[in-house]
């Protein structure tokens, strides 16, 4: 939220956004998700229950999902210069 600052919006934006590249950005593309899948590996860890295992894998696959929207939105909207910044910046870590 730091790096993105008035940026951040839920869903994809409808009006005009600024590329930010500065930050936990310079590490992975998704920092945010990162944190996520983080988190939901550390619960199945801390669990171990086939639910945990279930929900976790099933919330890991659905955020790729939204990663992979989200890319095709960026590529689309920001171009060439999202396209080097994929080529230079992995997409988690």
């Known amino acids: 939220l730091i790096n993105l600052g008035n940026s951040t919006r839920l869903g994809l934006p409808s ?8 930050g936990l950005y310079k590490f ?46 960026l590529e689309s909207r920001f171009g060439t210069n999202y396209i080097s910044y994929k080529e230079k910046v992995r997409r988690y870590l």
């Open 28 to 73: 992975s593309r998704n920092p945010m998700y990162v944190g996520f899948n983080l988190i939901t590996l550390s619960s199945i860890i801390h669990f171990l229950s086939p639910w945990t295992i279930i929900l976790g894998i099933y919330s890991i696959f659905v955020y790729h999902l939204i990663i992979l929207g989200e890319e095709r939105f």
């Open 15 to 22: 009006e005009t956004t600024h590329f930010k590249t500065k």
